[in-house]
């Protein structure tokens, strides 16, 4: 399914406007709200073949544009102040437009960071992960770099989607936890690929 523009929101943050491209399913049963990697935007190929997957799956999308984007700026805020915006959206989305039902939170890259950090925060029913970036290129030998931590401590189901040949690593399934692994890099251009392993877990998981 294909992704229009979608209804544009401006929501408040602590750290300045966050924008939100919402696209709402004709009945839907569940909404999930998606963030963007560090130095890109909510067009990245995996969020908007994502975002097809849920709305043919008659989940509500909403994909969310940090403070720092919308200011203009491509490098990103502190770890503190991302959770912190991310975490205002969310609220008010439940509060508004996307009501109380189940929740998933994701993203790409940093974004699925963010939503693993803040996941028991939001409320989150499932958690989902595009290119979780393990760690930091050629430092996987390296645990003290490691981003796994923040992928264990999620207690609600997660699919993660890798890229086969991702330098930024590949994490392991855990009880709980998909990894689907698909043809490509960090990049995640497989959109077909990455439709399908989103749409297969949205139908077991939520």
């Given at each position: ?21 919402l696209h709402p399913a004709a009945r839907p049963r569940a909404a999930l709200v998606l ?91 499932g958690v989902l992960c595009l290119a979780f970036p393990v760690h930091a290129p050629g ?27 991702d330098p930024f690593g590949m994490p392991p399934d855990a009880p709980g936890r998909t ?28």
């Open positions: 399914m294909s992704v229009g523009p979608g209804t544009v929101l401006d929501p408040p943050t602590p750290h300045g406007p966050a924008r939100v491209h963030g963007h990697g560090a130095g890109g935007g909510v067009g990245a190929p995996d969020l908007v073949a994502a975002a097809g997957a849920a709305l043919a799956a008659g989940v509500s999308v909403a994909l969310v544009e940090q403070p720092y984007r919308v200011a203009g700026r491509r490098s990103p805020a502190p770890a503190a102040q991302l959770d912190a915006a991310w975490t205002a959206v969310v609220g008010a989305l439940r509060d508004g437009v996307l009501g109380d039902g189940p929740l998933v939170a994701g993203g790409r890259s940093s974004g699925a960071r963010v939503a693993c950090r803040t996941s028991a925060e939001v409320g989150a029913a430092r996987g030998d390296d645990p003290a770099r490691s981003r796994l931590p923040e992928l264990d401590a999620v207690r609600v189901p997660v699919l993660v989607v890798q890229g086969e040949r990894v689907a692994r698909v043809p490509g890099t960090h990049a995640l251009r497989s959109s077909a690929a990455v439709a399908a392993a989103v749409a297969g877990w949205l139908a077991d998981a939520i």
